[in-house]
Structures are given as structure tokens and as C-alpha cells.
């Protein structure tokens, strides 16, 4: 496997759409190899602590609303690998991370929606894990870093969230243009990965453009940096895909060898 990947997922509504991104979604999802198990991040699952998740089945989360009734119907009782989770525990122990099993939360749709459209036939191990939206961003690149050699072992790290995500910005009536300040944002991020420039992306609050628009609450960007660290051995991250939806917010694919 050895890679990792940041997917944005973002509206809810995005596990029933057909357009170029979730196109993109499936079909990248066929050419890996099937892992072992999926360690996947949320940013909808915000804790004080690393969180790793332990249920079997886990339950669905529903955690929006004012959505069409489908979406409430979702399933995916993927279950996670009690062995694993402790590995990943043990691992963390050791980098100096403190962290816990949870046995009791269920799978939101940070993690669902990006998994049924990838791993639509529910066969493979999931952990699910939290982000603490407390740390320094260094800190959550080694989150990431930590659990690099896991990708040796075929197990792909999903860190799912958004680079530019703000709600209260949307319009979900916006098709076909990109307001300025989101694509400018977005492209310093995308440089900034490309050159490896991790001193300016830790720093990105006060040295990208438009950074508390593109980024009002740091949870879904958070992920990035997990992925991205989780890549830290070679240093080599590429855009696969990057679209935008209603305006602003952003839809990216980033792998992180």
C-alpha cells in the first residue's frame, strides 16, 4: 500500500452525487491494491485525546440535519480490528502521543460518505479515529508520522476533512465559478505541499492568504497535516484531484507516499 491520502468530503450529500470528483473517488479506489484495513481520521469527531475507534459493527452517525431522508438511511456497518487498534495505541505510546480505545462511537459521515464511495462493498477492517483540534500543527503532522510504518503493513491512512471549508460561506446555488479568495488559498496550501514546506504550512494561519475565511475552525484542515505527515519518510505529495463545489468549498484528493 505504502501511501496515505487526504479526501475531502464535503456536503453530506456527496456519497449519492455523480460529478468529477466522487467519479474520481471510485475509480482511484480501484487502482490500489485492497488493503488489510483503513485507519481513516474525521474531522467530525473532535476530542481532547487520540481517539481510536474499537466498535463492532459501529453504529451510523447521522451528524447534520436538514438533509433529504435518504441520507439518514445510509448504512456501512464496517467493524473495526480490536488487534490493530491496540497496535496503533502501542504505537502512539511509544511517539510520545497519549491516546485511548473507544469502544462506544459510532462511524460519522466524515468517514461513511468517503468510504462508501470508495470501499462501497464493506469488507475490510475500519479504525476510526478523532482529531484533537487543540494541538499545534506540528503535532498533528506527527500524528501522522508516527503511524507511517502502518502503510508497509497494507494498511491505507485516510485522514478525511477539507482545505477550504466554511458553511456559513456556501451557496449552494453557485455552479460554475470559484470565489477568489478560496482558489488562492487552496493554490498556496497545494504549493506549499509540493515544495514539502512544512515551516509554512505549520505557520499557514498567518502566512497564507485568506486563512480564517478558508479556515474559520481548524478541524477539517487538520487532517491534511496528518495525511501529509504520514508521508514524512519520502516527502512526496501530489494533487490528484482538486475541484470546488457551490463557490468555495473545496474538493481535494491528495497522496502522500
Given amino acids: 500500500m505504502n501511501q496515505s491520502i487526504f479526501v475531502a468530503h464535503g456536503a453530506p450529500t456527496l ?46 452517525i447521522y451528524d447534520f440535519y436538514g438533509f433529504p431522508r435518504e441520507l439518514y438511511e445510509v448504512t456501512y456497518p464496517a ?5 490493530l487498534a491496540k497496535k496503533i495505541q502501542s504505537i502512539l505510546t511509544q511517539n510520545n502521543i497519549d491516546s485511548k480505545l473507544d469502544f462506544s462511537r459510532g462511524i460519522d459521515h466524515g468517514a461513511w460518505s468517503v468510504l462508501k464511495l470508495m470501499f462501497p462493498d464493506i469488507d475490510i477492517p475500519v479504525i476510526t479515529m478523532s482529531v484533537n483540534p487543540n494541538l499545534p500543527n506540528k503535532s498533528q503532522y506527527e500524528i501522522g508520522k508516527a503511524l507511517a510504518p502502518l502503510k508497509d503493513e497494507d494498511i491505507l491512512i485516510i485522514a478525511s476533512g477539507g482545505i477550504v471549508h ?3 460561506m456556501v451557496d449552494f446555488y453557485k455552479e460554475n465559478t470559484i470565489d477568489s479568495w478560496a482558489l488562492d488559498f487552496n493554490n498556496w496550501i497545494k504549493k506549499a505541499i509540493e515544495e514539502w514546506d512544512t515551516d509554512k504550512l505549520f505557520k499557514y494561519e498567518s502566512l497564507s ?14 487532517p ?33 507516499s
Avoid at 460529478?19 to 476530542?47: D, G, M, R, V
Avoid at 485525546?49 to 451510523?60: H, R, S, T, V
Avoid at 467493524?79 to 488487534?83: E, G, L
Avoid at 504520514?230 to 494533487?239: F, R, T, V
Fill in 15 to 60: 456519497v449519492f452525487e455523480n460529478n468529477k470528483y466522487t467519479e474520481y473517488l471510485k475509480q482511484y479506489a480501484k487502482t490500489i491494491n485492497k488493503p488489510k484495513a483503513i485507519i481513516i481520521f474525521s474531522a467530525h469527531w473532535e476530542s481532547d485525546i487520540q481517539l481510536i475507534g474499537a466498535m463492532k459493527p459501529y453504529d451510523m
Fill in 79 to 83: 467493524s473495526s480490528d480490536s488487534i
Fill in 166 to 168: 466554511n458553511l456559513g
Fill in 209 to 222: 492568504p485568506s486563512a480564517s475565511l478558508a479556515v474559520p475552525r481548524n478541524e477539517h484542515f487538520i
Fill in 224 to 256: 491534511l497535516l496528518i495525511a501529509m505527515g504520514a508521508g514524512d519518510h519520502s516527502k512526496d505529495g501530489e494533487s490528484l484531484i482538486s475541484t470546488f463545489q457551490y463557490g468555495n468549498l473545496a474538493l481535494d484528493l491528495f497522496r502522500f
